[in-house]
């Protein structure tokens, strides 16, 4: 990958940038109560005595989430820890009813790992994961119905969260993209967090410091909280790196500080400086003891582990000889890659790639549907790239029947038979045609003879249009070269 | 016959059992004896038309023998515990007129077995101080005062206070550094604080989660057993309660304890040992040796560590569980100009002096950069005294030693009060036990020059209550305590 470089008169600058990012955990009770985690119920709906932090209330730990942390680790190549421990995060705010986030601090449930990005130039790169660890999410303030009062929704209250925190291994907005788009593929795959970075399932804080291009220091950063957004991200990293630049060759220093950043404006502005940062007092929460995990649980989670999108992407290259690129397209959506593979059952899986991923995802994309709502099927579009490596229709038939395909969701055989599309072989039958073509145009046979070889393709045209595009192809020109 | 209140309740319950005595007219003797003492200024809560309903529902149990473990016995019940429908302030005014929807473990437990609630208990204000001074609803007065009115000790000063003057048949309670174990030596009453974990701590209000324990206050040993039998046992709810089955406690009552070892450590014996109390030890060491018992001397050297450890451990848990009560959701709400001036004059306002002190002192032990000398070496010491016990219960089976090195004082006693370090040393002989996680009752050996009460204490291996039972059980016979 060619490194993003900032360029001024001044010097050359790069990018220095981490992520942090917040999963909320497809789970179906909180993390530490009862409580359900349904969305688009009333507010303050799904709320236990625990989650609003009433006296005497204990948490306790809910298993589902933490096997969907452990599946969440090995997608990430990492290491779980079979000993984690909880803290307890003391702040106050009014939507934190304990007074306190029940988090890992010390000892995360998940160590070390890594995931591989694929850059548009078609090379990989390694991104190194710190940690993950797991904890609750705090309720919500709305702050926009009265002008004297905030309210409190604490449904949210209580829902798992994993939060991944990465080495600082971005050099360019590029690869921090790439990153949050491998990482939503693969907590999708494995059915652990939805992924969904506008609804605020998937959150991102991003970290940005910039240093002289070649240089190996690391300069104070900044932390841009809640962009919620791939391309948010990306921007944000690019305006931020450059007022780092502008600052320090201006002769300006760099504070350490929170800022958020404006997708309208494109900037970002000071939140919270470094000396009113909160001090969390971590403490092992005394309420819950250590999680300790046993290697067979972990190795049990690990058998049933699906096929994460790099292996996926391996097998689509090595056994079905599809390109990288294509490879990595379909495999970034599991339902994608789902669809294809049985679309291609049996089939020549490059011909069902180039139908996926040309007309079909662009009649996908004018219904604006996804492809479980798509309606074709992959059954039937693999029959329709049968007809095709079949001869039994055309290539431009083929369009014209994948026309009626998305709009009837029909099978594509009874579609070309209502039509009598089906292409004629017979060589008999387009002889004829053949023949009468030559007979009515003599003019043209003459220039042929004479040497003006390109009239062949008017005379290919002219057979199939009598034979209502029927004709194949192929043996009309062999027939034509052989007659004229 | 004599007053029904001077049974135990081993006694009612042979009389109830035999029909010879009803629930209701036991119910009654106590309310009225509750009547008749207000100006103990123990009960905070009063349930006794509830009780008194409950008692007839009791009788119909008596009738068609669907009787209970505990049917028709009349308790108090410390205000720390939630109690559905019943007010629960924790003695705060920052919970004026919380009234939980829920029940704690321990009373549902105590519910289940047939057992009625007379009305909640006064205590220190979330259970913080020796000597019941901190409630917000004024001290209890000791029964045993003669003019001057004495402390009933704390925290459990209503719990204990209630037991003596026989305003309750027993009383729930709790202990975090002595706060059942105390009160009872004052009160010549009998209370144990079981192994940490026995209890569940649903749902009763939390002051310091790795300590706190509930326990029973009673009139002697054997109904120390019977409450305890009902209250422990393991709940979901609480994930540091114990799963090992509880045994019936009663059955250790009576056994002999020939060779049984006591431990004598001589660190509970400094020069300035209050003699009446250090001759009371003596007395009680030869009875259980008279009973066949051996005395070892035994050394629990980090004794000294233990008071300034406990009063880091303590405050620092405390500090982030009563960050809860922050006038968002229940309890008092002073209002203020946005959220930060809301919590201030909330928790000004709702916290009394010595709440304050310790939720300043745990602030400040968990913060940046005094956590690792305070809170972190507290912890170290925490794990020396643990081993100090595990070392000396090679040697013995039990120990014996006061349950405090003072007798009774007066209510705002000058010393105590200018300097809040002189209360906290009458903890000396009691937190070590909840540091360590052990369990350990207090009982009276007998009266002071001053006809006050004095506790002895014996502490048992953790999950060994058992022994205490056994050898309580023989040095109450010895000690032949007359009850009020």
Known sequence: ?484 | MSDLTDLTIAESLSKLKSREISPVELTQAYVQKLNDNHKYNAFVTLTAEKALSDAEEAEKRYANNTNRLLEGIPLGIKDLFCTKGIKTTACSHILDNFIPQYESTVTQNLLDDGALFLGKLNMDEFAMGGSNETSYFGPVVNPWSKNTPLVAGGSSGGSAAAVAAKMCAAATATDTGGSIREPSAFCGVTGIKPTYGRCSRYGIVAFASSLDQAGPICKDVRDCALLLNSMAGYDPKDSTSSKREIPDFSLSLGKDIKGLKVGIPAEYRPDGLNPEIASYWDKAAQILKDCGAEIININLPHTKYALPAYYVIAPAEASSNLARYDGVRYGLRVDGNGLDEQYINTRTEGFGAEVKRRILIGTYVLSAGYYDAYYLKAQKVRRLIKNDFDNAFQKCDIILTPTSPIEPFAIGDTKMLENPINMYLNDVFTVSVNLAGLPAMSLPIGLSQNSLPLGMQLIGRAFDEDTIFKAAYHLERGANFVRM
Request: charged share 25%.
């Open chain 1, 1 to 484: 990958m060619a490194d993003f470089i900032i360029e001024t008169e001044k010097g050359k600058w790069e990018i220095i940038c981490g992520l942090e990012i917040h999963c909320q955990i497809i789970s179906k009770s909180k993390i530490f109560s009862g409580a359900s985690t349904e969305f688009g119920d009333d507010v303050n709906e799904n709320v236990s005595f625990v989650d609003a932090g009433m006296p005497g209330m204990l948490p306790t730990l809910n298993q589902e989430c933490v096997h969907q942390a452990i599946k969440t680790g090995l997608g990430l190549n990492a290491i779980i820890n079979k000993y984690s421990e909880f803290s307890r995060k003391n702040y106050f705010y009014a939507d934190l009813p304990q007074g306190y986030q029940i988090t890992q601090f010390q000892y995360p449930i998940v160590g070390e790992g890594f995931i591989d990005i694929d850059l548009a130039d078609g090379s990989t790169k390694r991104i190194r994961i710190e940690r993950m660890h797991i904890e609750q999410d705090a309720g919500k303030s709305i702050h926009d119905i009265d002008p004297h009062k905030s309210f409190i929704d604490l449904n949210r209250a209580g829902v798992g969260l994993m939060e991944i925190v990465t080495k600082p291994d971005f050099r360019s907005p590029e690869e921090a993209g790439a990153f949050l788009r491998k990482l939503r593929s693969i907590v999708r795959y494995l059915g652990t967090c939805d992924g969904n970075m506008d609804e605020g399932s998937m959150r991102c804080d991003v970290n940005v410091s910039v240093r002289p291009f070649g240089s190996n220091e690391y300069r104070t950063r900044c932390e841009m909280k809640n962009v919620n957004s791939v391309k948010f991200v990306m921007q944000a990293i690019e305006v931020e790196a450059k007022r780092h630049v502008d600052v320090y060759e201006n002769g300006g220093e760099i504070c350490q500080e929170t800022r958020q950043f404006d997708p309208v404006s494109l900037s970002t502005k000071v939140m919270r400086k470094k000396e009113f940062a909160h001090d969390y007092r971590y403490f092992p929460e005394p309420d819950l003891p250590p999680l300790i995990l046993s290697d067979e649980l972990i190795n049990h989670i690990k058998d049933e582990l699906i096929e994460l999108p790099d292996a996926k992407k391996n097998r689509f290259v090595n056994q079905l000889g599809l390109t990288s690129y294509d490879a990595m397209v379909i495999c970034e959506n599991k339902e994608v890659a789902e669809f294809f593979e049985k679309a291609s059952q049996g089939r020549d899986a490059k011909k069902v790639a180039n139908w996926l991923m040309g007309d079909f995802f662009a009649m996908l994309k004018k219904k604006n549907l996804d492809i479980n709502s798509s309606p074709v099927s992959p059954d039937n579009l693999g029959k329709l790239v049968d007809l095709i490596t079949k001869d039994i229709i055309s290539g431009k038939i083929a369009k014209d029947v994948f026309e009626i395909m998305s709009e009837t969701s029909e099978d594509p055989e009874i579609i070309v038979e209502k039509n009598g599309w089906k292409q004629v072989t017979d060589t008999s039958a387009i002889e004829t045609i053949v023949d009468s073509v030559i007979a009515a145009n003599p003019d043209n046979v003459a220039s042929y003879k004479a040497g003006k070889t390109n009239l062949l393709g008017w005379f290919v045209g002219q057979v199939i249009k009598q034979s209502q595009g029927k004709a194949n192809p192929a043996i009309v020109n062999k027939l034509l070269r052989e007659k004229l």
